[in-house]
Structure formats: structure tokens, C-alpha cells
T-cell receptor, first 113, second 111 residues
Framework: SQTIHQWPATLVQPVGSPLSLECTVE??????LYWYRQAAGRGLQLLFY??????ISSEVPQNLSASRPQDRQFILSSKKLLLSDSGFYLC????????????FGNGTRLTVT | KNEVEQSPQNLTAQEGEFITINCSYS?????LHWLQQHPGGGIVSLFM?????KKHGRLIATINIQEKHSSLHITASHPRDSAVYIC?????????????WGAGTKLIIKP
């Protein structure tokens, strides 16, 4: 069966520090991968998606970047965090090329202080 | 006006009650998702619908494409059902899985 792992679960970082959140998927190959952010009291916003290794599409301009160094690994990064980067970050995957459901990781709660 | 509207925003009920959460949308869609978000933040995908009705345990989801409306029902509700329930649609025009999300319905089931 397929599983998705996202870590860390919680993170407190000072303004200006770097960020690296990691997401890996097991049990499937060539998944579509997604990073979402949920700001407090608001809905989910798609940040990045990837349909293959090295292929990253950004949905909103921001202080963040994403990379997909391996087929089932998706990394969300920042060189210098801003206070406004605080939020709940969710990684998700779905089977490529089909109208199949999204599967979410457990999320990372990031607090920038 | 949001393209996906959920009602009610908040719902408190007693254990055992039949629960209905509604979702209306204004765009053509290829799929509609119902998701559950627990207080810790984790999100679980409950259903993905493009027509008709689906049932999983005590949860039932229906969709009426012509009326652009979906409902999520919970039978014999239990305190562990307390969570935020989110409706999200995939527009027909979308190619990148950029979903349009409802604001969520916060459900509290009291014992």
C-alpha cells in the first residue's frame, strides 16, 4: 500500500533562518506531488506541484522554493524565513494521469518567531 | 462570492444525531472531494465524487452535478467525528490539480 511521510511535524524557526521540509511517498512510482499551505483560519493554498523529477511548477510567488531530487521525494525550502511564512504545510500525492484522489501527509506546523 | 460555499460554518450536535454538511459550487467540475481535518491538522481524504453517491461506514457523500451541490452525511454521529470537514472541487478546466477549496465546516459532537 502507498504511504506518505512528512517531517518534521512541528518546527519553530527564527526569522531569517533557512527551512527544509521533506516529504516522501512509498509504494507508488511517478506520483504527482504537491505542497499546500494553510494559514491560520484560512483554506488550503497550492504552493508547488511536480509531475516528475526536477519538474516544479510554482502557483504563487513567494519566499519559498521546492525541489524534487528523486521520484518520490519532494522538498520545500526557504533561504530566509519571514514571519508570514508561519502556517501549516501539507504535502500530498496522487497517481499521475488519472482523476484519482489526493492523499495528504500529516502536515508540518511551522512557527516563525 | 466564493466559488465553493459550505454550510453550515459551525455545527454542534449531540452524539447519535444525523449530520448533514452541504457544499455548493459555481464552476464546472471534474471531481469533488470531501476531506476531514482533525484538530492536530492532519487531513484525510474521505471521498472523491464525480457523480451519484458513495458510502464508507457511517459516512455518505452525494453529488448532484446539475444542481452543483454535494452533501456529506454522518449517521449515528460520535464525538470522534468532531473535526473540520472540507469540500474541494477540481474545475473542469484545471490540468494541474489546483483545487478550489471551501472554507470548511467545524463539527463538534457532544457526548
Amino acid at each position: 500500500s502507498q504511504t506518505i511521510h512528512q517531517w518534521p511535524a512541528t518546527l519553530v524557526q527564527p526569522v531569517g533562518s533557512p527551512l527544509s521540509l521533506e516529504c516522501t511517498v512509498e509504494g507508488t512510482s511517478n506520483p504527482n506531488l504537491y505542497w499546500y499551505r494553510q494559514a491560520a483560519g484560512r483554506g488550503l493554498q497550492l504552493l508547488f506541484y511536480s509531475v516528475g523529477i526536477g519538474q516544479i511548477s510554482s502557483e504563487v510567488p513567494q519566499n519559498l522554493s521546492a525541489s524534487r531530487p528523486q521520484d518520490r521525494q519532494f522538498i520545500l525550502s526557504s533561504k530566509k524565513l519571514l514571519l508570514s511564512d508561519s502556517g501549516f504545510y501539507l504535502c500530498a500525492w496522487k497517481k499521475a494521469g488519472t482523476n484519482s484522489p489526493l492523499h495528504f501527509g500529516n502536515g508540518t506546523r511551522l512557527t516563525v518567531t | 462570492k466564493n466559488e465553493v460555499e459550505q454550510s453550515p460554518q459551525n455545527l454542534t450536535a449531540q452524539e447519535g444525531e444525523f449530520i448533514t454538511i452541504n457544499c455548493s459550487y459555481s464552476v464546472g467540475i471534474s471531481a469533488l472531494h470531501w476531506l476531514q481535518q482533525h484538530p492536530g491538522g492532519g487531513i484525510v481524504s474521505l471521498f472523491m465524487l464525480s457523480s451519484g453517491k458513495k458510502k464508507h461506514g457511517r459516512l455518505i457523500a452525494t453529488i448532484n452535478i446539475q444542481e452543483k451541490h454535494s452533501s456529506l452525511h454522518i449517521t449515528a454521529s460520535h464525538p470522534r467525528d468532531s473535526a473540520v470537514y472540507i469540500c474541494a472541487v477540481r474545475p473542469s478546466s484545471d490540468s494541474n490539480y489546483q483545487l478550489i477549496w471551501g472554507a470548511g465546516t467545524k463539527l463538534i459532537i457532544k457526548p
